[in-house]
């Protein structure tokens, strides 16, 4: 079984910073990409970004691009959100997903990691 572990999340001002990570254990595997999501109060979960793991192809929200960046480190099987400029309308809970059999689908996620940003 694979277990991706999300952590980094917490508190901050308007216009902090923060980093996320998410450390995948258990069986070694290889993910096709992992991505970042975020779901808000009463909204629905949406798609922050997204990396592949072999290659480092990124893609992101349009409305993230510039203030958000996802990285990885292949030998520590870690992917990182670096989110910068933080806004009020950033709080949510964050999650990782890995996609292991390019699929499109997540086979695996995370149990999520509360952003609050305060004005």
């Known amino acids: 079984q694979v277990q991706l572990v999300e952590s980094g999340g917490g508190l901050v001002q308007a216009g902090g910073s923060l980093r996320l990570s998410c450390a995948a254990s258990?069986?070694?595997?290889?993910?096709?990409?992992v991505g970042w999501f975020r779901q808000a109060p009463g909204k629905e979960r949406e798609f922050v970004a997204g990396?592949?793991?072999?290659?480092?192809?990124?893609d992101y929200a349009d409305s993230l691009k510039g203030r958000f960046t996802i990285s990885r480190d292949n030998a520590k099987n870690v992917v990182y959100l670096q989110m910068n400029s933080l806004k009020p309308e950033d709080t949510a809970v964050y999650y990782c997903?890995?996609?292991?059999?390019?699929?499109?689908?997540?086979?695996?996620w995370g149990q999520g990691t509360q952003v609050t940003v305060s004005s």
């Open positions: 990396i592949a793991w072999s290659g480092g192809n990124t």
């Open positions: 258990g069986r070694t595997f290889t993910p096709y990409t």
């Open positions: 997903a890995a996609d292991e059999f390019e699929d499109g689908v997540c086979d695996y």
